[in-house]
């Protein structure tokens, strides 16, 4: 049978999770509580949904390739031209475009271990090499990231906050950082959990846009905006960065239910400040229940936490007992787990069905 080249044939597949529904009928549970794959527990905004819904006769339509709307809307707000963004089918899909836009299979990319599955994916799938530095104290390790670039590195990954620890890199690191980046690298920085950040010392990295560096910021839709299902993200960059990434983009690669809902989201201000209120408080209750509890836990800038140091249970068995008890977490190796912070009710949940495990009651 016909066999993909060898760098395809080695690549793990990403193991997606079972629908809730699935997981459900499978347990004989009812009312499974999903905090595995940080998702906006409040839903989509309002006013995503009435533009959906006022699009949705047009469907027989192509979508504007383009999303010259939506990228006007995100101009505005942004204050940078046009010219600067570009849309996804998710920013997922424009790690992918930038990867086969600027790689060959002779190049490298370097980036963070543990970090975003995805990274290493997109890499691998064209045949070039991943170059991974573990991080230290849970977060990117920036110093050791640039002194990892060799000749042929093209493209280093920043996740800032990085998932699975939910960590940032603060502003003075990130300048040094910058400032040890060779011209001719990328540096691709993926601020999915952007609006979650409360630290004030998040680096401004549309400052260095603006200076001309080689940089592409990714943020999506998919987490604070609620819109995981209709797949939409953005890229900002160059305009000559752009240019080339448009050359491989499909030409209409985000739908247009996906561009007017994301559109619409950006004027809700309010649906974004309740998100990451509730977001604040959630991480406030859990903290404390960890406390209470006796769990290790690495703080976070994002919609997860990132719990370490399990040993009995073990991560493994952590996550199963949850799973029976209809709470689905995110195993991550031998001693961690990640959990998304959900509405109140959903939290109490977790910490319930989670107590019961460490004391091993039924
Ligand atoms: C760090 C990071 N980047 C990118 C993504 C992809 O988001 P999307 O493709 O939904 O925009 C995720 C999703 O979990 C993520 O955690």
């Not at 080339?244 to 201000?269: G, H, I």
């Amino acid at each position: 049978m016909i066999k993909p080249p060898e760098y395809v044939q080695a690549i793990r597949p990403y193991i997606p999770g079972k629908p809730v529904e699935e997981l459900e009928r499978e347990l004989g549970i009812r009312e499974a509580v999903k905090l595995a794959s940080n998702e906006n527990p409040l839903g989509p905004s309002r006013l995503a949904l009435e533009a959906i819904e006022k699009n949705i006769s047009k469907l027989n339509r192509y979508p504007d390739g383009g999303g010259y709307y939506l990228k006007e809307s995100l101009s505005k707000r942004l204050g940078l031209s046009q010219d600067h963004f570009i849309l996804g089918n998710g920013s997922n899909e424009l790690l992918d475009i930038a990867v086969r836009t600027f790689m060959t299979p002779s190049d490298s990319a370097v980036m963070a271990e543990p970090s975003f599955v995805v990274y290493p994916l997109s890499v691998q799938s064209i045949g070039a090499e991943a170059i991974k530095i573990p991080l230290r104290e849970y977060r990117h390790d920036l110093p050791s990231m640039a002194d990892a670039i060799r000749e042929n590195t093209k493209i280093v990954f920043v996740a800032n906050p990085n998932n699975p620890t939910g960590t940032i890199n603060r502003k003075d690191e990130f300048e040094s950082f910058m400032d040890k980046v060779p011209e001719g690298v990328l540096v691709i920085v993926d601020e999915a959990y952007y609006e979650y950040v409360e630290d004030p010392d998040y680096p401004d990295t549309m400052r260095y846009l603006k200076e001309g560096r080689e940089i592409l910021i990714l943020r999506t839709f998919s987490k604070a905006y609620g819109l995981a299902g209709l797949r939409i993200g953005y890229g900002i960059s160059l305009p000559g960065i752009i240019t080339e990434m448009n050359k491989l983009r499909e030409p209409f690669n985000t739908n247009s239910l996906a561009q007017a809902a994301a559109r619409a989201s950006l004027d809700d201000v309010e649906h974004i400040r309740r998100s990451v209120e509730i977001n604040r408080k959630g991480k406030e209750y859990l903290y404390s229940q960890f406390s209470r509890l006796g769990i290790d836990y690495v703080p976070t800038e994002a919609n997860f936490v990132y719990i370490k140091g399990l040993e009995q249970p073990d991560a493994i068995s952590l996550y199963q007992g949850l799973l029976k008890r209809g709470v689905i977490v995110r195993p991550m190796g031998k001693d961690s787990i990640r959990v998304t912070i959900g509405l109140p009710e959903e939290n109490e949940l977790f910490i319930s069905a989670l107590e019961k495990e460490l004391r091993g009651s039924g």
